[in-house]
């Protein structure tokens, strides 16, 4: 079974899902890193240089989910609302055009223990070791960082 202490996390820095992602990483000793726009924008200021983050030469958020979907063996969309939009939808439409794995988690959908069961399942099926994490920013929707820690927590406590 998968171990999510092995899987470098990977994500773009945004509020929401993407620093929730980031966040627990950095709260578990577990490797990280990604692709930020130029400059570190984010919509509440600047993206934390805690993050370990590079820059892409652009200031456009659709180059940084082009190369974190590129850059990883896998994706993982969360989300609270069934029906991903914006930037979350962009970076599933980008995995479809690379042919790279994706998972989308909804927590419409599923509980956190589904959900932890699904992600679990999905890194074995594709051997992930790089794993992109996007979503939602907290603006969007607010509970989406939630939602990304309690499903991590309990993906990594099964083992």
């Known amino acids: 079974m998968a171990n999510l202490r092995e899987i470098t996390i990977v994500s773009g820095g945004q509020?929401?899902?993407?620093?929730?992602?980031?966040?627990?990483?950095?709260?578990?000793?577990?490797?990280?890193?990604?692709?930020?726009?130029?400059?570190?924008?984010?919509?509440?200021?600047?993206?934390?240089?805690?993050?370990q983050l590079k820059?892409?030469?652009?200031?456009?958020?659709?180059?940084?989910?082009?190369?974190n979907v590129r850059?990883?063996?896998?994706?993982?969309?969360?989300?609270v609302?069934?029906?991903?939009?914006?930037?979350?939808?962009?970076?599933?439409?980008?995995?479809?055009?690379l042919e790279k794995p994706f998972l989308h988690l909804c927590r419409a959908t599923s509980s956190v223990a589904e959900a932890a069961g699904e992600l679990l399942s999905f890194l074995d099926?594709?051997?992930?070791?790089?794993?992109n994490i996007a979503g939602p920013r907290a603006s969007q929707e607010p509970e989406v960082a939630a939602f990304v820690r309690d499903v991590l927590q309990a993906a990594l406590s099964r083992h």
């Not at 820059?55 to 190369?67: F, G, H, I, N, V």
């Not at 609302?81 to 055009?97: E, I, K, Y």
């Open 15 to 51: 509020t929401g899902a993407d620093r929730a992602a980031l966040d627990f990483a950095i709260e578990h000793d577990i490797p990280h890193g990604g692709w930020c726009p130029r400059g570190q924008p984010a919509k509440d200021g600047s993206i934390p240089t805690r993050y």
């Open 55 to 67: 820059e892409t030469p652009s200031r456009k958020y659709s180059q940084r989910t082009e190369w």
């Open 71 to 79: 850059d990883c063996d896998a994706t993982v969309v969360f989300s």
């Open 81 to 97: 609302a069934p029906n991903p939009a914006g930037g979350t939808a962009l970076t599933l439409a980008v995995a479809r055009r």
């Open 125 to 131: 099926e594709h051997q992930v070791r790089r794993l």
